[in-house]
Structure formats: structure tokens, C-alpha cells
């Protein structure tokens, strides 16, 4: 449990959140290397973890820490790690075999200015396109971005909770302002938090055949020690985790690693929508930029103007249906992002009714704010 106390109502920053999530969610077990803007997160579990029974190591470098969160979730344990821009760089080799084996975890990245050393402690969104392609191959994904410290404790438990299901690495992008942005919340009582946890096999374990397929696509995962045999590669596997090089196994195998998240895209892709019934202005955004956004539109409607917003939460499985209503809708789609257009890209892929699709971009660490966004919005209106 997170705590006996029920209801707390507490001034967290968003990494503090993050923390909360995270224990009510059942992580059991942290491994990083401390970072600027993601810190905090290290620096709390390893004080919060131990009190619950957890473990916290403080890994030589990411790509230490990223294989550690593997070894801990074949063992049977929750396991997250934390890390911004150059360390989520070193960790992408470690997560294309989490992909593969089909290895729960989370990963936190509190994005920051770069590339390399970048703007340590400024605020950016240049890591959207590397959380769904950083690494290499043809690999399904979840990507969830947090815009408040309310959603860092709750997406924080979806995370975990769509990564034990879909048996699935999944990367809450956060970013320095969020991060650090205090606010109060409520942490609600451990029993009105909803956990899901992987499923075990049930049969003996001479019958186990741990990537096997089944109705859901996700094969039950037992934990290393419990008995069953569990062969673990980073090469093509058979059902039986040895490696093949027969082509209908090799296809089959990767049609299911994508084919069930596709299935789970009704729970997987989130969004939220704000003034969008009559809208014939929008404004697409996530993370940070998103609280902007919300003022702007706001303002807008003060001003007559018809104006709405849609909220992206899942990056990725990238979230279609949605913004093709959207855009279906609205005469011009303002995409204010803090990169220079990573998530207009995605959308003006998916535009097929010719919607005026504005790009708004800032790089040099600082936000943009709800009066930029509302200048914007009254230039088409």
C-alpha cells in the first residue's frame, strides 16, 4: 500500500506524482541513474520503495538500468525506470528487447531541450517521434503523455496496467514543466485504485509455452523461479522462446506482437476533447502545451470565437479516429508543439479532408503560452 491514510490531499510536482502512481500500481522495483529534470523520481522511490517491501538500485548508467528493469520484471516484479533526453538515448537498445520478449515495464521520460546535453533544465517535446521509432525494427509500442500532476498518478497506474495486460513496454512522456509544476491532488485510498496484474499460466509446466498464442494475443507470463521453463531472446522467437528462422513463424510471431495492441485500441487510446461540439477552430495538443491550449480556447470562446481542443493522451498507438473527426469538423487545426512539428507530421498524415493544418513551434526552452496560442486562433478565425 501506498499508505493507510485515506484521501490524502497533498502539493505534489509532477515527479512526486509519478511516484505515488507508481506504488499504488504495485512497482516493486526501480532501477536509473539520476538525471536533470527526472530526479526526483529516483530520489523518492528510493525512499518510498524500501518501506514497501520494493528495490531501489541506482544502475551505473541507463543502459545498465534499462536491462536491471528487464531482469526484475521476468523475476515477476512491477518495474519502472525514470530518465530525460540523453539517458532515454542509451536505453533504446535495452527496449527493443524488452518489445520482443514481451516484457512489462514502464519508462518515464521527462523530456528537456536538445539534442545531446542540450537545455538540462528547459522544457521541450523533442522526444515524441524517438519514443515511438528510437529503436530499431517494426515494434508496436504505447506512448502516453502527461499534462498535469493529476495525470502523472493516474496515467503512471494506466501505464502499469496496460503493460502487465498487453505484456508491452509503455513510455509516459512527461516533460520539465510538468515535472516540476506543483499542484494539489487527491491520492485516493489503495482499494479504489484499479491494478491489473499479468496473467499466469495454468498449466503444469512441462506444458508452458511462453510466447504462445491465444484469444487475447498475449501469452500468460510466469516468473523466473517459479518452475517454469522460460527461454529469453533477443532473435525471432517460436512459441517456445528458441529462435527460428522459419518464415511463417517469424510472421506470425510479429503479426501478434502488433495485432494485440491493435485489439486493445479501444482502452489503449485516450484523449480528452474540450469545447469540440460546435468548434470550427481546434487546437491539438499534448503535454504541457495542452494547459496553454485550454486557456487559449477559452479566451477564444470569450471573444465569440467558436474554438475547441482536442487533448492527445496516447501518442502512440497514434490516435486516428479522433483526430479525423476532429478534422473533419474544423475549417484549421492548430498544432502548437515544443519541437519543430514531430506530432503535425502525424496528424497532416492522416488529414484527408483538407483542413488547414497550422504548425506552432518553439525550440528555445521556454513555453508556449495562451496568449500565442489565442493570437494564432484569431488569425483564422
Known sequence: ???????????????????????AAGCRFYAG??????????????????????????????????????????AGEKSMTATSGPGFSLIQENLGYACITEVPCVVVNVMRGGPSTGLPTNVSQGDVLMSRWGTHGDHPIIVLAVSSVNDCFSLTVRAFNLSEKY???????????????????????????????????????????????????VPDMASFGEGYRHHVTGLIHDERGFPTQQPKEIDRFLHRLHDKI??????????????????????????SVSRSAMMAVKKAREHGIKA???????????????IDAALRQCKAAIIPELNMGQMSREINRVNQSGTAIIKMNRIDGQLIT?????KKILSVS
Request: overall charge negative.
Open 1 to 23: 500500500m501506498v499508505s493507510k491514510d485515506k484521501n490524502r490531499r497533498l502539493l505534489l510536482q509532477g515527479n512526486e506524482a509519478i511516484v505515488h502512481g507508481a506504488l
Open 262 to 287: 491493435t485489439k486493445g485500441f479501444p482502452e489503449i487510446v485516450l484523449s480528452k476533447t474540450i469545447d469540440m461540439e460546435d468548434a470550427e477552430v481546434c487546437v491539438i495538443a499534448y503535454g
Open 167 to 217: 505484456r508491452v513496454p509503455v513510455i509516459i512522456l512527461s516533460d520539465e514543466v510538468v515535472a516540476h509544476t506543483r499542484e494539489c491532488m487527491t491520492i485516493p485510498d489503495q482499494d479504489k485504485v484499479r491494478v491489473v496484474d499479468r496473467i499466469q499460466p495454468n498449466v503444469p509446466p512441462e506444458w508452458y509455452k511462453p510466447y504462445a498464442d491465444n484469444n487475447r494475443g
Open 308 to 322: 475547441g481542443l482536442v487533448q492527445m493522451i496516447t501518442l502512440f498507438p497514434f490516435p486516428r479516429k479522433v
Open 33 to 74: 541513474y539520476p538525471i536533470t529534470p527526472a530526479s526526483e523520481i529516483s530520489e523518492l522511490l528510493s525512499v518510498k520503495l524500501p518501506q514497501v517491501g520494493g528495490t531501489f538500485i541506482q544502475m551505473e548508467d541507463e543502459i545498465a538500468s534499462m536491462g536491471a528493469v528487464i531482469g526484475a520484471s521476468l
Open 370 to 374: 495562451p496568449d500565442e496560442i489565442l
